[in-house]
């Protein structure tokens, strides 16, 4: 451990230098709406009950606590992404290193290190750094419960606990954690294997993690495992049936003041007035009216979406621009690495990891899942880890790439 830590440190440093530079002292997209979230925290306050917001998990705002106690200058928050995202290498290595060997295992790490769209928003109070880190901790802890140690119930209890905070900071992860939850139950339930028990229970006390927070919610809203408010808007978006929409996600005040999105002013009018909640419904009412009479639409919405995930394109109503190579580049090299691996891991099925297939099932799960609603690159980005570790353990000890001898090419 000592001697990766110490490898990695220039990482460590580009991390806290991009903070310096890229910083700004005024709030940047949802940074002011989290440091908000984080203050009625401190103040004992979680949501104020006569207007109930619920568009957040409370993951990240409770990070943010002892800075906005504290008074202390958010630059220090900020600085805490780059520790979010060394932690995340080192935990990435050590869960690799148990399945390649130390060259491998550096090499592949340092590529997730140099990740461009991993770089994106270091210098923003957002989730998206602490989200990567909380997914590498779980892999690593995963991967580490079926090691048949000592440890292996700590590992267990630890994986379900960043598997449970991932939910509670990025709301949509608890619906990846029921549909695993209720996968793996009926894989034991229909073979009796001592792997699949084990996974159930991380699941299963990972929802444990967030029962506070869904009796919280449903004190609220009175209903049962209700995360957010987020989701109707962003299956409003990508039921769009409008030609021009491409299902992407657009803010309140764009409808009001752009031309292009016009067409959805009659049905924005109906939302003045009422809770958030009640909004979040009317949303999903008019998404699953529109999916339904318009199922052509969102499937090309869909395949848009599919795009904005893995390339950051394309966007309604928006000009081509020179920065989606920045995400198309190293994101064209996961997906095309994962798609060569499929065939060679058909043929050596039985020699790949069990852990691999689960955490690749739940790359699935959330890739999938995402891919229903209004996403970005971002939304992908912390799946690529898992990716990567199915790569590079394919590519290293499932293949063997070597150059033929010159006498067989010419005698070809």
């Given at each position: ?69 504290f008074k202390l200058p958010l630059l220090f928050a900020k600085f805490l992404n780059a520790f979010f995202l060394f ?118 006390l990972a929802l444990v993690w967030c029962l506070p927070y869904l009796l919280y919610t449903y004190s609220l809203t009175?209903?049962?495992?209700y995360w957010g408010t987020s989701g109707g808007s962003t299956l409003y978006w990508m039921s769009s049936p409008y ?170």
């Amino acid at each position: 451990m000592k001697n990766i830590t110490v490898k990695l440190l220039p990482l460590l440093f580009l991390f806290l230098l991009m903070v310096l530079l890229f910083s700004s002292p005024d709030f940047q997209g949802d940074e002011g709406g989290y440091v908000a979230y984080a203050t009625r925290l401190s103040q004992g306050e979680i949501y104020p009950l006569r207007d109930v917001s619920l568009w957040w998990g409370p993951g990240y705002p409770i990070v943010l606590i002892p800075f906005v106690l504290f008074k202390l200058p958010l630059l220090f928050a900020k600085f805490l992404n780059a520790f979010f995202l060394f932690g995340a290498l080192l935990y990435f290595y050590e869960a690799l290193a148990q399945w390649v060997n130390k060259t491998h295992a550096t090499l592949f790490t340092f590529l997730l290190g140099f990740y461009p769209p991993l770089w994106r928003e270091v210098h923003l109070l957002i989730t998206e750094n602490l989200v990567f880190f909380l997914i590498c901790g779980f892999i690593f802890h995963f991967a580490a419960s079926n090691r048949g140690n000592q440890k292996s119930r700590f590992h267990l209890v630890m994986a379900s606990f960043f598997l449970g905070y991932l939910a509670l900071t990025k709301v949509f992860y608890g619906y990846v954690i029921l549909i695993g939850l209720l996968s793996f139950l009926f894989f034991y339930t229909w073979q009796k294997k001592e792997w699949f028990k084990k996974t159930t229970y991380i699941y299963l006390l990972a929802l444990v993690w967030c029962l506070p927070y869904l009796l919280y919610t449903y004190s609220l809203t009175n209903k049962i495992f209700y995360w957010g408010t987020s989701g109707g808007s962003t299956l409003y978006w990508m039921s769009s049936p409008y030609s021009g929409d491409l299902g992407d996600w657009q803010a309140n005040p764009d409808v009001e003041k752009l031309p292009d999105l016009e067409r959805h002013r009659e049905f924005f009018a109906t939302l003045t007035g009422i809770s958030e909640v009640e909004v979040d419904n009317k949303f999903k009412e008019r998404a699953l009216q529109n999916i339904v009479h318009n199922p052509k639409k969102y499937l090309l919405n869909w395949m848009a979406n599919i795009g904005r995930l893995l390339f950051s394109y394309p966007f309604s109503y928006t000009q081509q621009k020179i920065t989606t190579f920045f995400y198309l580049i190293p994101n064209m090299f996961v997906v095309v690495g994962f798609i060569l691996s499929i065939y060679p891991a058909i043929l050596k099925r039985k020699a790949i990891p069990y852990e691999m297939y689960v955490l690749l099932y739940f790359c699935f799960i959330a890739f999938g899942g995402t891919s229903l609603l209004s996403a970005y690159d971002r939304q992908f980005r912390p799946l690529v880890p898992i990716l990567l570790l199915w790569i590079a353990f394919i590519y290293t000890r499932i293949l063997t790439i070597q150059l033929r001898p010159d006498s067989e090419i010419k005698s070809d």
